[in-house]
């Protein structure tokens, strides 16, 4: 069996697997769809059931991501995080103790936050290794090694997990200063001993000096490790190292396939559904079709459909309706009879498709997805067929979809779409009061709505939360506002309006930045900005009880200012990172910025449709190994200078306005 064709083979298997659980599919759909409520709700049911089942908790921290609820994902991803079987957990304990023997006062939480927790057994230990990593910093390598030979000894016969701790670091210490033959020999020896022959610290740390090696005979010893990697723990960075090893190594084809199975696995751990996904779970429950095809699919093909129903729904979404048709026309079920109103719908013939929905209204009253048809139908059409089944009457099918309605909205109450349909209920049943209420208090929800969806001075920024050494792409939001001050006597920010838990670094640089585009605004759109000295102005940052620091944020809070001295909204879909400098009062470009591709990664899994970034960083990420090319080519835009991150955050017509 040749490479592509086995990896394909393994994909189905994969997707076999996960698909078994039909909550956690039907919650992936749900999410693509928008509709975060419904599938917390599933998820949570599962982690109910099983409650160490990582793949939901996995999902629970996507869907907190893109609510907002950053308290709630941390904490979500920091017990994948300890619960992960594959893990690097020496090299990540060590890398903090390297930190603290750098800078103590900087690195000492990080590294009481790894000691107190389970991966770590001897904090005792990691203080003893510190003198190690001084004499490193030192460039005292002899030093360093016996340091950790000595401790080696000390732990050896006690504790072997210690023992193997002191070891890694003297490979990892000999890797840091160069000497790759002396790390390959220490990390070779340590697999002759019993128990560590596949102890994933040493193999992974091994692969990684294999490779700094750089010759075919090592880089070819750094593919078995992945090779073995991957069928041991369908490790996702496995993909991504022997697809570049096969590149170096010549070997094409191999490179190919394995990229391909890169971005399907980086997809599925992503909870984006497949074609196949999207069909088996609108098998189970009646989804609106057009909302279904507006899902942008994985590209992953494998799967199986079990029933003509998701084989006729993945044809559908291949875009041959007519198959679809077919099968609709000829089935009974309650659900299919819905697909196929639907499909009438579709085709243009709204009225065609009024009988059937109700038909299954009646039997299924409580399907807000019908029940939003038939109203929207009725507000432009005034069908009497629907207001005559809608209607109030005891015995009428209007009685049970209103009370499904009050018990949504007991639920739900921000639900701007409950009150508009049980607005349209109520005035069908000639109570034009309480209808009349519904509707504002409709008006009003969808109004907060388009507003929390296009902001005046929000905006998003691309972070990286690090949990022991390890990243973790974060989206957060970021505040500008401006307030009245004396005619042509304002136009500040004072340092007690700069709000957030932010270093002093970064209070510095968002007043400097603050000028900067204020200078900035003033030349580039004197037309939009007479006002500008009116108003004084604040600043916040969000996700306060962690601190905010370094200049990435620059970008962002560029934004965040000229959106507000313009008045003009922000797009929520889109998220920023970037160091900003001011060339001129008229001239501010854009640098590059650290740990590009997790925060590509993290705007990904926030399901945003772009992140823009510094041009500077385009190359970094055109050789990352965390997200897949094809991502970054979908999702990355690049800027270079601010005028340009202006012209794709806002559109061309800004310059025109």
Same mark, same amino acid.
């Given at each position: ?230 069928? /041991?723990?369908?490790?996702?960075? #496995?993909? @991504?190292?022997?697809? =570049? ?5 010549? !070997? &094409?084809? $191999? +490179? ?124 432009? /059409?005034?069908?009497?067929?629907? #207001?005559? @089944?809608?209607?109030? =009457? ?5 009685? !049970? &979809?209103? $009370? +499904? ?132 102005? @604040? ?13 990435? +944020? ?104």
């Amino acid at each position: 069996m040749d490479l592509a064709r086995e990896a394909r083979h393994d994909d189905a298997r994969t997707v076999e697997r996960a698909s078994d659980d039909e909550r956690l599919l039907d919650a992936k759909v749900l999410v693509a769809l928008g509709d975060l409520d419904g599938a917390e709700r599933e998820v949570e049911a599962r982690l109910e059931e099983v409650p160490d089942d990582l793949t939901a908790l996995n999902l629970v921290a996507k869907v907190k991501h893109m609510k907002g609820e950053l308290s709630q994902a941390i904490a979500c991803w920091a017990q994948l995080h300890a619960r992960s079987p594959h893990n690097e957990l020496a090299l990540m304990r060590l890398a903090s103790i390297m930190q603290l023997a750098r800078d103590p006062e900087k690195h000492a939480g990080e590294f009481l936050a790894l000691q107190h927790s389970q991966l770590a057994k001897s904090p005792a230990l990691s203080l003893e290794l510190v003198e190690a990593f001084r004499h490193l910093l030192a460039r005292r390598f002899d030093e360093a090694h016996a340091t950790c030979d000595r401790l080696a000894r000390k732990h050896e016969p006690k504790d072997r997990d210690l023992y193997k701790l002191c070891v890694i670091a003297k490979a990892w210490i000999a890797e840091l200063s160069g000497q790759l033959d002396v790390a390959r020999d220490v990390l070779e020896g340590l697999g002759k001993e019993r128990g560590f022959e596949t102890d994933t610290d040493r193999v992974l740390s091994l692969a990684r000096v294999y490779e700094r090696s750089g010759d075919a005979v090592h880089l070819a010893k750094a593919v078995h490790i992945h090779q073995f990697l991957d069928r /041991s723990f369908e490790k996702l960075s #496995a993909q @991504a190292r022997l697809a =570049a090893l096969c590149r170096k190594l010549g !070997r &094409v084809v $191999e +490179a190919e396939a394995h990229e391909r199975r890169f971005e399907i696995a980086f997809e599925r751990r992503m909870h984006r559904p497949s074609r196949v996904e999207i069909a088996r779970a609108a098998s189970r429950r009646y989804l609106p079709l057009g909302r279904l095809r507006a899902i942008r699919p994985s590209t992953d093909p494998a799967g199986d459909l079990p029933d003509a129903r998701s084989r006729a729904l993945h044809a559908f979404l291949s875009g041959d309706e007519a198959s679809a048709l077919a099968h609709f026309e000829h089935a009974s079920d309650l659900i299919d009879r819905k697909y196929l109103a639907d499909l009438r719908g579709r085709a243009g013939d709204g009225d065609a498709a009024v009988e059937p929905f109700l038909q299954t209204l009646r039997e299924d009253p409580s399907d807000e997805h019908v029940l939003s048809f038939l109203l929207s139908h009725w507000e432009g /059409s005034r069908d009497p067929r629907i #207001a005559e @089944a809608l209607a109030s =009457a005891p015995d009428a099918v209007g009685a !049970r &979809v209103q $009370e +499904a309605l009050d018990r949504a909205l007991r639920s739900t109450p921000r639900r701007a779409a409950l009150w508009h349909w049980s607005g349209a209920m109520l005035a069908m049943a000639g109570d034009a009061t309480t209808a009349a209420r519904h509707r504002d208090r409709a008006q009003a929800l969808e109004e907060a709505q388009r507003r929390d969806s296009s902001p005046v001075g929000r905006v998003l920024a691309a972070a990286v939360y690090r949990f022991v050494g390890k990243g973790k792409g974060l989206i957060h939001q970021i505040w500008a506002d401006r307030k009245p001050a004396p005619p042509g006597r304002g136009g500040f920010l004072h340092a007690e309006d700069i709000l957030g838990n932010v270093t002093p670094e970064m209070r510095h640089a968002v007043r400097n930045t603050f000028f900067a585009v204020r200078e900035y605004a003033r030349s580039r759109f004197p037309h939009r900005t007479t006002d500008i000295l009116d108003y004084d102005y @604040a600043y916040k940052v969000t996700k306060e009880d962690e601190p905010s620091g370094g200049l990435s +944020a620059g970008l962002p809070t560029a934004l965040a200012f000229l959106s507000v001295f313009l008045q003009t909204p922000v797009p929520q879909d889109m998220a920023f990172s970037g160091v900003v400098i001011a060339d001129a009062h008229d001239v501010l470009v854009v640098r590059a910025i650290a740990e590009a591709e997790y925060k590509v990664k993290g705007a990904y899994h926030r399901n945003l449709r772009a992140i823009v970034l510094p041009a500077d960083n385009r190359h970094e990420l055109a050789q990352n190994q965390q997200v897949p090319r094809a991502v970054c080519d979908e999702l990355v835009r690049y800027a270079g200078a601010f005028d340009e991150a202006i012209t794709l955050t806002f559109g061309s017509g800004i310059w025109l306005d």
